[in-house]
């Protein structure tokens, strides 16, 4: 569990996790009820899962759903806010990418940026 999840018995209000399971291009991946799609991914230490047109990584830039830069494709649904979507148990999340190399190594080291 990522260092970023605060544990139910350590948290100040007291409440009561829920747990759900999520797969990411088919990796199961383990939240709590509430989080959203990008709560889930970060709290799992994915901070990127998608690439822009010119190739480099995206995940949560606003986290309010006005960049859209955190888009996944969940079941059939494409171009879902990961920042806007409550996870729900069994969700099966697609990652998406518009660069030409395709889906997103996350042990691949970020790209420079490019000069313009
Ligand atoms: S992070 Fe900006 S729309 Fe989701």
Known sequence: MS????????????RQDRP???T????PVDG?????LAGVLLAA????WRRGRSGAPRGVFCG??????CLVTVGEDRDVRACRRRARDGDEVT?????PGGLVDR????PPPTEK
């Not at 260092?3 to 007291?14: K, L, Q």
């Not at 990411?24 to 990796?27: A, F, Q, R, T």
Request: charged content about 35%.
């Open 45 to 48: 230490d994915r901070l990127a």
């Open 24 to 27: 990411v291009d088919g990796e």
């Open 32 to 36: 709590v009820e509430g989080q959203t």
């Open 107 to 110: 042990n691949e080291p970020t």
């Open 20 to 22: 759900l399971r999520i």
């Open 3 to 14: 260092p970023r999840r605060v544990r139910a018995e350590s948290d100040a209000v007291g």
């Open 64 to 69: 309010i759903g006005v960049c859209f830069d």
């Open 95 to 99: 990652t998406q990418s518009r660069a």
